[in-house]
């Protein structure tokens, strides 16, 4: 019975961490959808209004998230009690494990290219979609690289 409640409570962490990556998605596809709306405002609004819902769905879901995902992890004395100094903060730590090296590299390669395509395309729709996947990779690596992350995993 118990080792059934502790798979239910890891699926439920990993649950957690799932919606995070879910409402950050849809922030980041709010982003390369901007451009679209404005070059079709003239025709339909549609796009911009959804770009709009999706935007502040996607940013106040993740904000949610990631609180809802620290409040669980502050309840849970039996994390508490197996990592009772862990407190990092996943926006100052870099290459914790594999997910994160992946997402860090991402952040960092999206940085540059931001900067590149911003300068040389400038009216085109690549930076945003550029600045999407900065957006997309910043937000997991403040989970993937925290205390967070090791809490959604623990076992």
Known sequence: MIHKRKNL??????????????????????????????KMADKTMAISYTSGAMFWIGLIGTIAMAIFITYSKCRSSEFKKNYPHLKQLGIIHFFQ??????CDVLMFLSIVGFVIVRIWFWETIYPFLVLSILIFSFGMHCMLNGSNYIYTNFK
Not at 10 to 16: E, F, I, L, T
Not at 97 to 102: F, R
């Open 9 to 38: 409570q890891r699926q439920q962490r990993s649950s957690m961490l799932g919606l995070y990556t879910a409402f950050l998605t849809v922030l980041s596809a709010s982003i390369v959808l901007m451009p679209i709306g404005i």
């Open 97 to 102: 494990n594999t997910p994160a090296l992946i």
